[in-house]
């Protein structure tokens, strides 16, 4: 009984708020472990790039955002089945994601990947053992080129995987490589790089319209009025618009 | 922070898990073993399909499932003039008011819904393995008990609360004991469910952190933090181990079993 | 692309034989069951060696549990407690990241790979919770069936290879054919987490994810995982039931343990 009391009381609050927008609490779906666009701060929150940007959106869309992490693996079907309503994780533009879930205009120009090795003799086109995380655009990548391709189920591993000499060089976004080659003295970047998928994008069910009507604005604002260049530059993602 | 709360998480969830899953247990056992045709294949389709699968699988797509599965029903009842599809291409909608949470709900309410949709899929996996228990532990009870019991006159529902089901529990208690420690193991795949468990909290403060982003840089400790999950696990267990010993000398006095014998 | 083209091209991708690349687009069913069921490949590899191996460890770690030496026991104690008291998922991380420190010191480089390397942690798994059964049968072998054989000059090695052992094997038996259905599972955490994949050569629950991610839709490719892990139990159940026949064809009729789970000892 007092369940059915309760939910009559947020059916009425819910009526009232809409003519809001279907969306009283927009939540923010984000990976969490992908460093410098969204990771986990020592205080246990979301953070990064993405953060800052989505909080920013949200401030200029006028909406109320929260924030929740989900694993990579599964963040699209949480997203279409209505767990959360965006996905913001460096998700790249990509036609067979966006046959999927609907794509905000891309907040990030294509971000070169790059490779991380120990040594810059390491021959990517000659026989090298490539690693990458298990689904993402570079595995697809090297796994078309013939290459040879060891997936890990983490973007850790695939670090951890070069460190300890099961493979010879790891593909991934240059932005997430780029502190392990400034901190890590060891590691190094090959001069070969690769431009996969286009820019990075919110995703947005689409189902959700009148959502990503609203975070297009928001992100062209940000675009035109520069603040959008000058987060790009302060978390070192790539080049500016 | 986190990974304090991760350990409460997991021990909460073996907490409401198991008397839950015995439930599901009991029912499927019942079921297996009933006079009406259909219930008993249910019961026993509902053992056999869900041990048969490997509970990784069943966790990566069961609980979405179940999720749409609650909002479907409450569509039907909160929204019945709904005009719109449910599903539109990809998409799983139904009406705000049918959502679960609600979309506006509080972050506590997302996390308590997920961690309830992830005890209720353990139970279902877990009800599974423990109806199989049960239905082996009704199974060794005497048969003269239960003649007897018709000999008073009983009739077949008071024979079976109180003849067949006090005495069952000396049959099952070491299989659902062993149940109980792969229920301890399978909890490092709650991260799959979407809570976020002591693995998660492991990987997460044990992965590499560069000065850039955290006062606190450290190279890669997750061999550390997986070390002392292991501690963690086997002092757990062991610590199971001796409560279901004594728990087993208890309930094993005056029956006549080997356990009592020895 | 027929149905016949697809299994000819990527019924034995899984090792290696067949189209190098995956599909990557229509995702039809016909891809998903030739591909997933290729997978398979790798989790009976896994499930039949490391059954067949922790068989043997697992009766040999029995005995030494039920030993009166101490420097048996302790060990044998030791192992089980530490393969049955963690999570599996815990002992591949810390398996594999051991067999990493044993490479790069210059031995066994083979052992980083999960055809060798899990299967040793399956092996070892399997027997610490197969021992376990072991030991509890051995101690229930009726006390009757030892006097007769003594009875009849049996003695030592002869005794126990004769009398005891079949009859531990007889009451273990049920409680085994659990574990062996445990075992066929566990096999799907091999690439799942703890070992890397080469080459797109993974298991059913690898190729199951590959699909899961590329069509973004859970609800076919691991339903599709449970269908062929039924099939496999329900084959497991039958060849395990016709050993259980044998070990007790010489019971009367009546008395034969019917292939009902013993609750004594189910992992």
Not at chain 2, 52 to 67: K, T
Not at chain 2, 214 to 219: A, F, R, T, V
Request: aromatic residues 14%; charged residues 15%; negative net charge.
């Amino acid at each position: 009984m007092k369940h059915l009391i309760l939910t009559a009381a947020a059916v009425a609050l819910s009526a009232g708020l809409a003519h809001a927008g279907s969306h009283s609490v927009v939540r923010m779906g984000t990976e969490g472990a992908y460093p410098p666009w969204n990771f986990i701060n020592d205080a246990g929150e979301v953070d990064g790039f993405e953060r800052e940007l989505g909080d920013e959106l949200c401030a200029r869309a006028e909406l109320n955002c929260e924030w929740v992490t989900n694993e990579w693996d599964s963040i699209i079907p949480n997203l279409v089945s209505g767990n959360y309503d965006t996905i913001i994780a460096g998700m790249s533009i990509t036609d067979e994601r966006d046959e999927v879930i609907d794509f905000t205009q891309n907040y990030t120009l294509p971000d070169p990947s790059a490779y991380l090795a120990m040594s810059m003799d390491v021959d990517v086109m000659g026989g090298a053992v490539i690693a990458a995380q298990t689904n993402t655009i570079q595995a697809a990548f090297i796994a078309e080129k013939g290459w040879t391709l060891v997936e890990f189920a983490t973007p850790e591993e695939t670090i951890a995987a070069v460190k300890n000499g099961e493979a010879d060089a790891v593909l991934a976004d240059k932005s997430y490589l780029a502190p392990f080659a400034d901190e890590d003295p060891d590691l190094m970047f090959l001069e070969q790089e690769e431009l996969i998928g286009g820019g990075v994008g919110m995703g947005i069910r689409e189902s959700d319209g009148e959502l990503k009507d609203k975070f297009d604005m928001a992100i062209q604002s940000m675009k035109d009025d520069g603040s959008l260049n000058a987060l790009i530059t302060k978390w070192e993602i790539g080049e500016t618009f | 922070m986190g990974l304090y709360w991760s350990f409460v998480t997991v021990l909460v969830l073996l907490a409401i898990t198991a008397p839950t899953a015995l439930l599901f247990g009991f029912g499927g056992a019942t079921a297996a073993r009933a006079n009406f045709l259909p219930l008993r294949w249910f019961g026993k389709a509902y053992i056999s399909v869900v041990r048969g699968v490997p509970d990784i699988a069943f966790f990566l797509f069961f609980v979405i499932a179940l999720d749409q599965m609650f909002e479907l029903v409450r569509h039907q009842i909160f929204c019945p003039g709904w005009a719109e599809e449910i599903w539109q291409g990809n998409d799983f909608r139904v009406c705000p008011e049918a959502k679960l949470p609600l979309g506006n709900a509080a972050q506590w309410v997302h996390e308590v819904y997920g961690f309830f949709l992830a005890v209720l899929t353990f139970a279902i996996v877990f009800g599974a393995f423990s109806a199989n228990v049960l239905y082996g532990a009704m199974m060794a009870v005497p048969r003269g008990q239960m003649e007897t019991a018709e000999a008073y006159g009983m009739t077949r529902a008071q024979a079976f609360w109180r003849v067949l089901v006090p005495q069952m529990w000396v049959y099952a208690l070491p299989g659902l004991s062993n149940l109980w420690m792969i229920l301890i193991k399978a909890t490092p795949l709650l991260f799959l469910l979407g809570v976020e468990d002591i693995v998660y909290w492991a990987r997460e403060l044990g992965g590499t952190k560069q000065a850039r982003f955290s006062d606190y840089p450290h190279g890669d400790w997750r061999l550390w933090y997986f070390l002392g999950l292991l501690i963690f696990y086997l002092a757990f267990t062991k610590l199971s181990e001796f409560v279901l010993e004594r728990l087993m000398r208890r309930l094993s006095h005056g029956q006549a079993t080997i356990g009592a014998a020895a | 692309m027929s149905c016949w083209q697809t299994i000819q091209d990527y019924g034995l991708r899984a090792i290696g034989i067949g189209e190098r690349l995956l599909p990557r687009e229509d995702f039809g069913l016909c891809q998903q069951f030739t591909l997933i069921g290729s997978g398979l490949i790798w989790n009976i590899y896994f499930g039949m060696l490391a059954l067949f191996i922790g068989f043997f460890i697992a009766n040999a770690v029995a005995l030494a549990k039920a030993s009166r030496y101490y420097w048996l026991r302790k060990p044998a104690e030791w192992f089980i407690l530490v393969f049955r008291g963690s999570p599996l998922f815990i002992q591949f991380f810390l398996a594999y990241f051991i067999f990493l420190r044993i490479k790069q010191a210059g031995y066994m480089p083979w052992l980083t790979s999960a055809q060798a390397g899990a299967l040793i942690v399956l092996v070892l798994n399997t027997a610490a919770y197969s021992a376990e059964i072991f030991f509890g049968a051995l101690r229930s072998v009726p006390k009757g069936e030892v006097e007769a054989a003594d009875a009849y000059g049996f003695t030592g090695w002869k005794r126990f290879v004769r009398v005891i052992w079949p009859t531990t094997m007889r009451l273990a038996w049920p409680a085994y054919t659990n574990e062996a259905i445990f075992l066929f599972h566990a096999t799907t955490l091999v690439f799942f987490s703890g070992f890397p994949t080469w080459k797109q050569q993974g298991d059913a629950l690898y190729y199951a994810n590959y699909f899961a991610d590329k069509t973004f839709n859970p609800f076919i490719p691991y339903p599709i995982v449970a269908f062929y892990f039924i099939l496999l139990t329900l084959t497991l159940i039958a060849a395990f039931g016709m050993v259980n026949r044998r070990l007790n064809r010489h019971l009367p009729q009546e008395r034969r343990a019917k292939m009902r789970i013993r609750p004594n000892v189910i992992r």
